[in-house]
């Protein structure tokens, strides 16, 4: 089988694990990943990334010229997409910008001219009901009207598109797998030692952005509530609501058992949350946020949670969004917003240690089984078998 991906996700060499694995389950599967040449991921790293070819057997990286830099619903790629097409003849074509995106719709396009007959797939995050108007929309029924197959990142994202009328195949999973070589259970102790942690304290954590919507407030008033414990709150990461939350640490008299940590290498992560004793994701839905064509967000997927999981660290999330999924009987999920709701999880943890253990296993059997790269190369696989046969 030969499978093309495009997508900007793969300019980074550590998001590509899942497609080599889909390369190696079977010997006839090529896959060929197309990335813009140059792309300016802004945030942080803002600045104009030149991708390289790469190629490890029957998998390869090809960066094609492209419009747009810095937006994925606008990008598209030059005249040299059209070799690679004619050449490679790939039978499934899978991109991951969107229902609207303008190059989804020019490889459908192209698929069409060249008499390639591949199969036209697109994976999507979006879980929020949206609107689209003329002339947005000749674009988005034209991509859902020749599409084959749909991989969304949640279940609320097929229910979405549902509602535009989409009637063909899908799979839910999600765009990037959890890497079980660096995400499994290791002590830390030096790491304990170093953020002060003493071991008799329950280290309840936080992994992400510090904004309303991830639900830290909530969190911290939970915390709050049960001073009596003997628990240390670590939050890995930074944001806007970093002030707020310090203030309120103050008010609510935990400041002393707060432990921040901004700054941290990717392939550090996996450290801090094996320092944990549970991660909690308290994720709110919000209607503040606006785009051309909808309204809101909640929580897509909740990537920390499969991360905690692999290293068998118990979770606990609220159910915004895809995070009851994620965690299914593996884990606790509470309303989101509700402080007791949470707090009472919190304590159950704290109070059970054998509760803690036992989600903790669930939780690493799940990982293993659903949400490894391997995994869901496997899934991807028999989701394109299906379309092909």
């Not at 020019?106 to 689209?132: C, R, S």
């Not at 118990?314 to 884990?331: K, L």
């Amino acid at each position: 089988m030969k499978i093309i991906v495009a997508s900007h996700t793969y300019i980074v060499d550590l998001n590509c694990e899942k497609l080599r694995e889909l390369a190696k389950l079977e010997p006839d599967i090529e896959v060929t990943v197309v990335v813009p040449r140059r792309w300016r991921p802004g945030g942080v790293q803002n600045k104009i990334i030149e991708t390289q070819p790469r190629q490890e057997g029957s998998f390869r990286v090809v960066p094609i010229s492209n419009f747009s830099q810095n937006n994925q619903g606008l990008l598209t790629f030059g005249t040299d997409i059209l070799a690679l097409l004619r050449d490679f003849k790939p039978q499934i074509i899978q991109v991951e910008q969107g229902a609207k995106a303008l190059g989804y719709a020019q490889l459908i396009t192209l698929n069409q001219l060249l008499g390639i007959n591949a199969k036209n797939v697109f994976f999507t995050w979006w879980n929020l009901p949206y609107q689209v108007k003329f002339p947005l929309s000749i674009l988005h029924d034209y991509n859902l009207q020749n599409t084959h197959g749909l991989v969304a990142g949640n279940q609320d994202a097929v229910e979405v598109l549902q509602q535009h009328g989409y009637q063909g195949a899908y799979t839910v999973m999600p765009q990037l797998g959890v890497d079980d070589s660096r995400f499994r259970p290791q002590a830390q102790p030096e790491l304990q030692s170093k953020l002060g942690v003493q071991g008799d304290e329950f280290v309840v954590g936080f992994v992400g952005r510090f904004v309303e919507e991830k639900g830290l407030l909530t969190l911290g008033e939970a915390l709050a509530g049960i001073k009596e414990y003997r628990w240390k709150w670590l939050l890995l990461g930074r944001g806007s609501l970093q002030t707020v939350l310090m203030e309120k640490a103050v008010e609510w008299g935990i400041k002393d058992r707060m432990i921040w940590v901004e700054s941290v290498p990717h392939d550090e992560v996996p450290n801090y949350i094996n320092l944990m004793n549970v991660l909690v994701l308290p994720s709110e839905t919000t209607y503040k946020f606006k785009t051309l064509t909808a309204a809101g967000w909640k929580e897509q997927f909740g990537h920390v949670l499969i991360e905690a999981m692999a290293s068998k660290v118990p979770v606990i999330g609220s159910d915004s969004g895809e995070i009851p999924n994620v965690i299914d009987d593996a884990g606790l999920v509470f309303p989101e917003g509700n402080v007791e709701g949470l707090r009472g999880k919190l304590v159950s943890l704290m109070e059970q240690p054998e509760l803690a253990k036992q989600l903790a296993e669930l939780g690493y059997e799940r990982a293993m089984r659903q949400y490894t790269n391997k995994a869901l190369a496997r899934q991807l696989l028999d989701f394109y078998q299906r379309l092909i046969e």
